[in-house]
């Protein structure tokens, strides 16, 4: 088993950017690296912060002939990948997969996004049949180590980012999103940003308002919202729940006075959220009835203590991956004595079905049933037992036979049998 890759941790973007594979393009590398004979069986997961290979059964130093094809299909120079890239085996490749799917070596602890995109990698490699039992094996263990670390630990619960804060915070403050409806101020990156997260929460629409009115109708038509001019601001407030503004006006937008003087609300509490510096809401706002005003500050907060319990459950989390890790090297490893389990069926089978043709030819001769099972029963244990037997006595160094009768003692518990 073998990992060879480059995240975040070890590449600059300059470096991940010239070994990530276009999608189109992994069919093609995983049946080349087995066509090369690097593995027998073959995934590799492209992101935008990490290019990794997973390999079972390479022959060889897998670290510079991956490092080497990695480089060749990309049509980059090898030493490029020198002291930028890293590389895991047999168990510590089966505990770093692990940490990878559960988001541990993610930007954002936690995240749930790469179990996603891990799926899809293993979809790929497994329709052009790359994978293979062990490799299948590995996957699905892993998707189960994920669920396990996402049931039993608290690493996905806190909000770690100021647009994940948001949501978190009017989720906490309003219920439900469901139906509420929002007035975004602005149209910048981090407006849209927040309005993503919240579009997954079936909200009843957005409002928005922008000094640029090409700027809103784009924001809008993107969440399917309506899109008005910055002065309608204040008489939407009264029709929404939830207020967010990030513009980059050096005045305050929305004053006390707006929602004072202005017409009756048909809603219930309003949560305004300002992320922007300097301020775009009165702070005035925070002391009216049924309005809660949260600045960039407060998230920032509430966005450092996510970071600080997801640490937390971070490392439970590592126990469990451990424990489930060790558990599939022990899978792992007791496929090394398949053949020889199968060999030893295979020499006993034999040796069974020479006795019972013998055995049969006395039943057939009317003698004794009891007598010929008895007999059978005998000869089997005797044609068994003979090669071991005869190598237990066979004159070798102390140490080799004390190894020998240990052995017998395992496989067969003779000394419990003797107790």
Partial sequence: ????????????????????????????????????????????????NRTEIYTYGGAGPQEPRLRQWLAQFHGIDAELLTGNSFSFQDA???????????????????????????????????????????LNRLLHWAFRVAKQVRTETAIGSAPVSVAYAAVSLARQLLGSLQDKRVLLIGAGETIELVATHLREHELDGFHVVNRSPDRARLLAGRLGGQAH??????????????????????QILLRSADLQQGLPRTRGSLLLLDLAVPRDIDPAIADLDDCYLYTIDDLNDIAQAGVQARREAAKEAEQIIAQEAEGFQHWRDSL???????????HVEQARLMELQRFRHYLQQGQDPGAVLDAFSKALMNKVLHDPISTL????QEATSEALVASLDILFHLSDAEG
């Avoid at 006595?393 to 070798?396: G, S, Y």
């Fill in 92 to 134: 510590a490749a089966v505990q770093h997969l692990f940490r990878v799917v559960c988001g541990l070596d993610s930007m954002i602890i936690g995240e749930p996004q790469i179990l996603g995109q891990v799926k899809d990698a293993y979809q790929i490699a497994a329709d052009i049949d790359s994978t293979g039992p062990v």
């Fill in 393 to 396: 006595r066979q004159p070798c």
């Fill in 1 to 48: 088993m073998f990992c060879y890759g480059l995240s975040h941790y070890s590449a600059p973007i300059e470096v991940r950017e010239k070994v990530a594979f276009a999608p189109d393009q992994l069919a093609a590398a995983h049946r080349d690296l087995l066509a090369q004979h690097l593995a027998k069986e073959a995934l590799i997961l492209s992101t935008c």
């Fill in 336 to 346: 090394e004595v398949v053949p020889a389990i199968r060999r030893l069926r295979e």
């Fill in 229 to 250: 001019p910055l002065e309608d601001a204040a008489a939407l407030l009264p029709h929404v729940d939830l207020v967010l503004s990030c513009t980059a006006s050096p």
